[in-house]
């Protein structure tokens, strides 16, 4: 009997997903939110019958994302953290949610507590992200309906196609740790954990045009400028390398 449940919630589970994917996959979000009632109509149909998949809540979430509804985007990804606290997707959406929401300093004491969690499959169930409630109900009046997370969308759909996603995201939270230090005001932490990650990702190129936005941000264009030419560099090297004349 247990099995079968297993399988019977993995088929729900998979079965919603899919739908899903067919209607928001790729989709500016204009047309997701044109599509969001029926979105909403897959996921709680299969959320009735299993309600602790993690997939299907931050499926909610997402949904909630796009349509600028803040408050119950956090709920559905509180809720999706609870149930699978080590995932690294989850762990970035909520990064950058806190963000979105002016709360870089929140961000980086989620991510001081979540961080201990990525890449350990045991002992999932003991994180609890109840100590982020009392940033639930902030809100803030001149930011109705901004919240569109262009990060998280491409980042998700570039994910779903080369199905690194949790691989993509434990880099990308990285990233996002660097953001929320210098957003709280942190100059030198900032600058330290980028020149780290320079040094770690000095040959993945995606990585490198992310610190290259950072060095910017951070108004350090000498650094951002030299980072660019050993980036540029290094691909021009490597078309040598394989089109030899």
Known sequence: IGNRMIISKLIIE????????????????????????????????????????????????????????????????????????????????????????????????????????????????????????????????????????????????ISSRNGNGNQDARKLVEIEEIFATYESNLNPEAKELTDKAKLKYKNDDNMTSLLIRIELMMNSGKEATELFRNWIGRNNEEDIINNPA
């Open 14 to 157: 998979t079965t919603a997903s899919i739908r899903l994917s067919f209607l928001i996959h790729n989709q500016p979000s204009k047309v997701i939110r044109e599509r969001c009632d029926e979105c909403f109509k897959i996921i709680n149909n299969a959320l009735e019958k299993c309600p602790d998949s993690f997939q299907l809540h931050y499926n909610l979430a997402y949904i909630y994302a796009i349509l600028g509804n803040k408050d119950e985007c956090y709920k559905s990804l509180q809720k999706s953290l609870q149930l699978k606290p080590n995932d690294s997707r989850l762990i970035l959406f909520m990064m950058r949610l806190l963000r979105s929401r002016k709360q870089p300093r929140a961000a980086l004491a989620f991510y001081a507590k979540a961080k201990k969690l990525i890449n350990i499959p045991k002992n999932q169930n003991e994180f609890n992200c109840s100590y982020l409630t009392s940033h639930s109900n902030s809100k803030d009046p001149k930011d109705k309906n901004s919240f569109l997370l262009e990060d998280e969308i491409n980042y998700r759909n």
